[in-house]
Antibody, heavy 117, light 111 residues
Framework: EVQLVESGGGLVQPGGSLRLSCAAS????????MSWVRQAPGKGLEWVSV???????YYADSVKGRFTISRDNSKNTLYLQMNSLRAEDTAVYYC???????????WGQGTMVTVSS | QSALTQPRSVSGSPGQSVTISCTGT?????????VSWYQQHPGKAPKLMIY???KRPSGVPDRFSGSKSGNTASLTISGLQAEDEADYYC???????????FGGGTKLTVL
């Protein structure tokens, strides 16, 4: 069964850092288009970042320069390093994959990040 | 990276049909046939319902259909059922730098 499981969320002060993890099973992270998508409380979905199978990375303007997406092929895990966190980064963060289609057909359960003093 | 425009809410009675629109620009919806739709129940992760404008993943009822005309994509749900009550989001590929853009979401109420 293909599955994504996020971890690493929590409460962090403004200006702080946090690293999210997304462990995959049933498929290979390095062979797929892997993204992070976030959802602020009561708000809609917002695409955050992507890492292509070839290693290219892209970011939404709202996080560019502060967030870094990466993967560990040996652990079959996707990461999101979040630095200089702001209150507006408070959200549930989902990892998602375009596994067999040009759409996000696999989603994790999400991990909550709260940025507050 | 402006979000795609969706109605905030739509409603319908069981058995009826509803259509949710998703309006973008020629740089996203109108420029590519990579529009997808997601269903999200409260507290749950989104679920893919439609991809490539009008294709359905296996397991998604054929009551769900998608289409596109110009810069506007649409999701139609026919034969509404109580379990269809959820939030629905459209998403479009938006080119090699913006990549993905979501709509603001539409809350579907089954009366």
């Amino acid at each position: 069964e293909v599955q994504l499981v996020e971890s690493g969320g929590g409460l962090v002060q403004p200006g702080g850092s946090l690293r999210l993890s997304c462990a995959a099973s049933g498929f290979t992270v390095s062979s797929n288009y892997m993204s992070w998508v976030r959802q602020a409380p009561g708000k809609g979905l917002e695409w955050v970042s992507v890492i292509y199978s070839g290693g290219s990375t892209y970011y939404a303007d709202s996080v560019k320069g502060r967030f870094t997406i990466s993967r560990d092929n040996s652990k079959n895990t996707l990461y999101l390093q979040m630095n200089s966190l702001r209150a507006e980064d408070t959200a549930v963060y989902y990892c998602a994959s375009k596994h067999g289609r040009d759409a996000f057909d696999i989603w994790g359960q999400g991990t909550m990040v709260t940025v507050s003093s | 990276q402006s979000a795609l425009t969706q109605p905030r809410s739509v409603s319908g009675s069981p058995g009826q049909s509803v259509t949710i629109s998703c309006t973008g620009t020629s740089s996203d919806v109108g420029g590519y046939n990579y529009v997808s739709w997601y269903q999200q129940h409260p507290g749950k992760a989104p679920k893919l319902m439609i991809y490539d404008v009008s294709k359905r993943p296996s397991g998604v009822p054929d009551r769900f259909s998608g289409s596109k005309s110009g810069n506007t994509a649409s999701l139609t749900i026919s034969g509404l059922q109580a379990e269809d009550e959820a939030d629905y989001y459209c998403c479009s590929y938006a080119g090699s730098y913006t990549l993905e853009v979501f709509g603001g979401g539409t809350k579907l109420t089954v009366l």
